[in-house]
């Protein structure tokens, strides 16, 4: 061993220790926070399925099913999105009043500090029904919830602050905002130029130790109504009135807005959603040192703060907010393309139109079950940093697509905005969705692989630690441990990879009793060999240089992704009781997910640096062989399972049926039902080749059956409909636009 330690291990860890650059006090702070789950045996190249189908369904208690039943729904049944976004500009004052008295803003908070105590999976539950009524009051109270003070008083506040700050967020005495983003600092968020300066000033009569605050932020949630910011700030101690450090650093405090020098009030409009957003600066503002989140201790400690809370809240608002979204939209195209018809027949019928809704339906399906195996991590106390940024990055993007498609498929009913249109909200917030709370560019680029591979691999963050002991000695023993602990891991993986990509995937890890999931267990693992094994190599020959190569990680964050959300649906199918109707699903998305990353480890060898490394891998992964993605027997059969009625549409949209929803899909969901009610009659009058005016007045159907089918006729005239505004109306929308008939400028003689 000695001599492995100092023949082979000591030039080995010499070399690496000038390859790798060190790891900066930020990057410390990322990787500390959170821990790793499921990613890590994706990672292991060799993922034990019982720990994935051991993790607990995600669920609800009684008193969470109540509220969902009760102000949840009461809360959908008060709101007009049209209204809010095209007349008020903001929620009615009685919806505000209704979520400060049930506690919306409280949902995080125990109920031990007045909150209502929820699960995250209860909390994701509300902000993904209210999401599919109204943009704005979902994102009202998604924010509270999230990042924010409520959050950080949780984790890291004193007894003091949380016993009287917690209280009042809960019952929303006290509205909050938590100001990070600013013109200079939005994805650098450690860039931020906003100063604390510690020094002595008055407070409440008195000379106190405090901060002197400066800041300008920008894009701020709730900023121009809140009570109460919670704000990030770079702090300095130039005369160590705290300690010994001049620069402590990034720092988050509780700033009340109405203190002198605090400016809110103004408004951002984010893509024509109008909840409350908007820009707020700080001049000279003072406050006690105790009003840091928890405490003078926590100075210099907000950067760690703040990755910890992002690591739970990111992984619930925006997924939620995403599932509502390709749910609705796969529920209503599927529904509109019933009802549509064009050429005597309904556009579903149509492979033009069952290519977009079988993604449709697979999206919906695929992003609910990482919603679920997301809340049910979360839930079991785990603070997912890897996890909730891959989310937050995937269910945004397959939004993205999933509203492109619905808009596709209604075409020009999508296009003319009004109260009965149901997807223009959603398209116009995409781009929110996309860009807050990370922008997935920055985390698909740099965090979900960058910072996912070294906190998930088994070794590489124990070499990166040894490496930076300063204890040569002992950083040398350490690295010889892992350095072939590492060594061993990536010859096993090697093996495991070529012998599963020869076979096509038929061999490797099923858990028993999956049914008809076993050989894509086995396809699963296949490809978690093959993403250890490129991981492991990257690492090995590109060394440091690996962070900068933003296009190379970008790919590998989409195919952990893949690996993640295809493990999501087989956990989700089999906690559902592996219902035969959704199988066609699992598979498509199956299917899909492993073309997917075939292409992406395709593109990742054809850039890689080291080209006899490129080859070894090629030779080992076999990327090419991926195969080809869903058939197209397949895509029609996952498209009719929206199209037309059956468990499977029933079970996707079950809370776009209750009272309390979109106008827009109110219709539509009756237009459908009326649709398919009345499908015998049309069948019977198609093979007569009759009008139904015609067939009553020859006796063939009766003048019941005459009402059935005029009135299913109104239901889809109103579906097919669009929105249209008389001269009035639009004057009131837009004050400048004349009322009445436009004026003709051309005078009779220029027209002569």
């Known amino acids: ?305 703040l990755m910890s809370a992002l690591a739970a809240g990111r992984g619930v608002s925006l997924p939620s907010l995403a599932c509502a979204a390709t749910t609705l939209a796969a529920h209503s195209s599927g529904a509109y393309a019933r009802v549509r018809e064009q050429f005597n027949l309904p556009i579903a019928k149509f492979e033009g139109i069952q290519e977009p809704l079988a993604r449709l339906a697979a999206n919906a399906y695929a992003v609910e079950a990482a919603r679920h195996l997301t809340c049910a991590g979360l839930d079991e106390g785990r603070a997912l940093a890897v996890i909730s940024a891959l989310m937050k990055y995937s269910a945004t993007d397959t939004m993205r697509a999933s509203i492109t498609d619905a808009m596709d498929i209604h075409a020009g009913k999508a296009v003319i905005d009004g109260p009965m249109n149901y997807l223009s909200p959603l398209y116009r917030a995409v781009p929110i969705g996309i860009t807050v709370e990370g922008a997935n560019i920055v985390t698909r680029s740099l965090m979900v692989f960058g910072q996912g591979a070294i906190r998930a691999h088994p070794h590489l963050l124990d070499e990166i630690l040894a490496l930076e002991e300063a204890q040569e000695e002992d950083a040398i023993t350490a690295f010889d441990k892992h350095f072939w602990r590492h060594v061993g891991h990536s010859l096993r993986t090697a093996g495991r990879s070529f012998a599963r990509s020869l076979s096509g995937g038929r061999i490797g890890p099923e858990p028993p009793r999956v049914g008809r999931a076993g050989p894509i267990y086995r396809q699963l693992a296949r490809w978690s060999a093959a993403y250890a094994l490129t991981a492991d190599i990257a690492f090995l020959s590109i060394g440091g240089g690996l962070k900068r190569m933003e296009m190379l990680s970008g790919r590998m964050a989409d195919i952990l992704s893949e690996l993640y959300i295809t493990s999501a649906v087989l956990k989700r199918w089999q906690d559902q009781g592996k219902p035969k109707e959704e199988f066609a699903l699992v598979e498509y998305i199956a299917q899909r997910s492993f073309a997917r990353i075939g292409q992406h480890l395709d593109a990742v060898l054809a850039n890689f ?95 019941d059956e005459k009402a059935q089918l005029d009135d299913q006729a109104t239901a889809v005239d109103r579906v097919v409909a669009v929105d249209d505004f008389n001269a009035d109306e639009i004057s009131t929308m837009f004050p400048g636009a004349r009322s009445g008939q436009r004026r003709n400028t051309t005078t009779k003689g220029e027209a002569a």
């Open 609 to 703: 640096p080291s080209r006899p490394a490129a080859l070894l891998l090629r030779m080992l992964t076999a990327p090419r062989r991926a195969g080809r993605g869903p058939s197209d027997a397949l895509t029609a059969k996952c498209a009719a399972l929206i199209s037309q009625p059956g468990p499977v549409r029933d079970r996707l949209g079950a809370d776009l049926t209750t009272p309390g929803q979109h106008p827009g899909i109110a219709a539509l969901n009756d237009a459908f039902d009326k649709v398919i009610a009345a499908e015998p009659l049309r069948h019977r009058l198609r093979e007569l080749e009759m009008t139904p005016e015609a067939a009553l007045a020859a006796g063939l159907i009766t003048s």
């Open 1 to 305: 061993m000695s001599f492995r330690r100092n023949r082979i291990s000591k030039p080995i860890f010499h070399w690496a220790r000038k390859a790798m650059p060190g790891l900066s006090a930020t990057e410390r702070e990322a990787l500390n926070a959170g821990e790793v789950w499921w990613e890590a045996e994706l990672f292991s190249g060799n993922p034990d399925y019982r720990k994935l189908l051991a993790v607990r369904a995600p669920d609800l208690t009684e008193e969470e099913q109540a509220f969902l039943d009760g102000p949840c729904r009461a809360l959908c049944e008060m709101l007009d999105d049209w209204a809010i976004n095209q007349k008020d500009g903001d929620l009615p004052p009685a919806v505000w009043d209704f979520l400060r008295e049930k506690r919306f803003f409280g949902m995080i908070i125990s109920k031990a500090h007045g909150g209502l105590g929820f699960s995250a999976f209860a909390h994701s539950e509300v902000v993904r029904r209210l999401s599919m009524v109204s943009l704005p009051a979902a994102v009202t109270v998604m924010v509270p919830n999230s990042l924010g003070p409520g959050e950080l008083l949780h984790l890291f506040g004193t007894d003091a602050q949380k016993d009287y700050w917690l209280p009042r967020l809960a019952d929303g005495r006290e509205l909050p905002a938590f100001g990070l983003s600013s013109n200079e600092a939005g994805s650098d968020a450690a860039s931020m130029v906003d100063r604390g300066v510690v020094c002595k000033g008055e407070w409440q009569g008195k000379e106190v130790l405090g901060i002197r605050l400066n800041w300008s932020k920008r894009y701020i949630t709730l900023a121009p109504v809140a009570t109460i910011l919670g704000l990030a700030f770079k702090l300095e101690d130039p005369d160590g009135l705290l300690g010994d450090d001049p620069e402590p650093g990034i720092t988050c405090a509780l700033v009340p807005t109405d203190l002198e020098g605090v400016e809110t009030g103004r408004r951002h409009i984010p893509a024509g959603t109008m909840f409350e957003n908007g820009p707020t600066t700080g001049t000279d503002v003072f406050i006690p040192v105790e009003n840091i989140i928890g405490g003078p201790e926590y100075a210099g400690r907000g950067w760690m703060m």
